[in-house]
């Protein structure tokens, strides 16, 4: 297994750019995560899903940031307009429903803003 | 809502030393996890903890779950340079998959 996809591993954008982050959870895992990671607030969870529903978004800081996912293969995090507090690592992270065999992370996704 | 604070926040050990990480809910947890990210990379599961006051170990690291199931803690005896990382606990108050809420971690540093 390949484990979890994030696309894209780097990316640098200009305040007010949309940017679009995505990710490709393990085949057969039907809860995914997106978690935001600074040195300051540590890893926060924006938003997650089971079988595809956003369950919680009450993480996602501001109206800017929006999450899909379209099916059980992929997923999308979008932020629109692009600020500089927004750059950060960006995490997805997918498991089976019930957790108990821990999260898998994808390598995640560095987002700057300048 | 649930906040999990994690001390030290740095931990700075001579190699072979030993080394703990505490772990504290503002809440009661359905179950608590633990995590490693390696410098650059991305948290990695260790394990997890369920039941009250239980103990569970993986070779040198031995986790702890408290009796009232709000505080845990990971100690790693001998340490080794591969143990450099940061090391996170994460709860959950609800069953399931529900979002784990991360402490902030302790970064590790090991010095030959």
């Known amino acids: 297994d390949a484990g979890v996809i994030q696309s894209p591993r780097h990316e640098v954008t200009e305040m007010g750019q949309e940017v679009t982050l995505r990710c490709k959870p393990i085949?057969?895992?039907?809860?995914l995560f997106w978690y935001r990671q600074t040195m300051m607030r540590g890893l926060e969870l924006l938003i997650y899903?089971?079988?595809?529903?956003?369950?919680?978004d009450s993480g996602m800081p501001e109206d800017r940031f929006s999450a899909k996912m379209p099916n059980a293969s992929f997923s999308t995090l979008k932020i629109q307009p692009s600020e500089p507090r927004d750059s950060a690592v960006y995490f997805c992270?997918?498991?089976?429903?019930?957790?108990?065999?821990?999260?898998?992370f994808g390598s995640g996704t560095r987002l700057t803003v300048v | 809502g649930q906040q999990v604070m994690q001390i030290p926040q740095y931990q700075h050990v001579q190699e072979g030393e030993d080394f703990t990480t505490y772990c504290n809910s503002s809440?009661?947890?359905?179950?608590i996890q633990w995590y490693k990210q390696r410098p650059g990379g991305h948290p990695v599961f260790l394990i997890q903890?369920?039941?009250?006051?239980e103990v569970k170990k993986q070779k040198r690291l031995t986790f702890q779950f408290g009796e009232a199931k709000k505080n845990s803690s990971l100690h790693i005896t001998a340490t080794q340079t591969t143990d450099v990382g940061t090391y996170f606990c994460?709860?959950?108050?609800?069953?399931?998959?529900?979002?784990?809420?991360f402490g902030k971690g302790t970064h590790l540093i090991i010095q030959p």
């Open positions: 992270a997918s498991s089976l429903q019930g957790g108990n065999y821990g999260y898998t």
């Open positions: 085949s057969g895992h039907n809860s």
């Open positions: 899903f089971n079988n595809n529903v956003p369950i919680d």
């Open positions: 809440t009661t947890l359905s179950n």
């Open positions: 903890l369920v039941k009250s006051g």
């Open positions: 994460a709860g959950s108050s609800g069953g399931g998959a529900d979002g784990l809420t």
